[in-house]
């Protein structure tokens, strides 16, 4: 199972004084020496993070697998096949969120989003879905060409007791399901230190994607340590 690590939230730092400091790039190479196995970054359409130079500069660094999460507009789409990342998950987007609240609507823009797959497939990049951790959306993932699904697992992290168990076995049940239809499956959204392990349980996950709870822990114990640490929770596991 591959851990990658979001590093939108340094870039999010930074952008609080419109500044220079802390450097994604600087980021990412640290979360390297920690053990991620793979960095992420969002590209919004409004830049309120990570930019186009720190995008261009993850991509001639990062040696290992760069995904880029991002909208499935014709500008992305053209960035993705310029910059060519390892993968693309298509994630929904809204100016006024504060973080992406949960996976993409794909009853209602299943045609777009198939046009969108279709596009970046052709410059051989494979496509992830980052969808809600729904049986339909799992079917229609596969029936758009998706290579792989990442499960929204944020109602499962903000939920407690006896409905944090009922949104686990959501979650569990769609990665049956996924792997089932021949889709590679990862997971992810509000993943942390506390909360990760059953996650990583579930069969046949390729990979956890955690952001802010590692980012979280790295201001107070650095980068590399905060990797370090969610590493060995994960190894536990396997």
């Avoid at 500069?57 to 990342?85: F, G, H």
């Avoid at 029936?143 to 407690?160: C, F, L, P, Q, S």
């Avoid at 792997?179 to 996650?199: D, I, Q, S, T």
């Amino acid at each position: 199972m591959i851990l990658g690590v979001n590093i939108d939230h340094v870039a999010t730092l930074r952008e609080a004084r419109k500044g220079v400091e802390p450097e994604p790039l600087i980021a990412a190479t640290l979360a390297l020496l920690g053990g991620a196995d793979g960095i992420t970054v969002h590209l919004r359409e409004d830049r309120r993070h990570i930019n186009d130079r720190d995008l261009k500069l993850l991509r001639e660094m990062v040696s290992v697998e760069l995904n880029l999460e991002m909208a499935a507009t014709d500008e992305m789409v053209r960035i993705a096949l310029s910059l060519k990342p390892d993968m693309v998950t298509l994630v929904p987007e809204k100016r006024q969120e504060l973080t992406t609240e949960g996976g993409l609507n794909l009853v209602e823009q299943k045609d777009r989003i198939a046009g969108a797959i279709t596009r970046i497939k052709e410059g051989d990049i494979p496509v992830s879905l980052f969808i809600n951790p729904s049986i339909i959306d799992v079917d229609i993932s596969k029936n758009v060409g998706a290579d792989m699904v990442e499960i929204h697992t944020g109602r499962y992290a903000n939920a407690k007791g006896e409905k944090q168990r009922e949104e686990f076995l959501k979650v569990a049940e769609a990665a049956k399901v996924a792997r089932h239809n021949g889709l590679k499956v990862n997971a992810g959204h509000g993943l942390n230190y506390f909360n990760v392990k059953p996650v990583a349980r579930i069969e046949g996950l390729r990979g956890l994607y955690i952001g802010h709870g590692i980012i979280s822990r790295a201001v107070l114990i650095g980068m590399e340590r905060a990797v370090k640490e969610m590493k060995e929770l994960l190894d536990q596991v396997r």
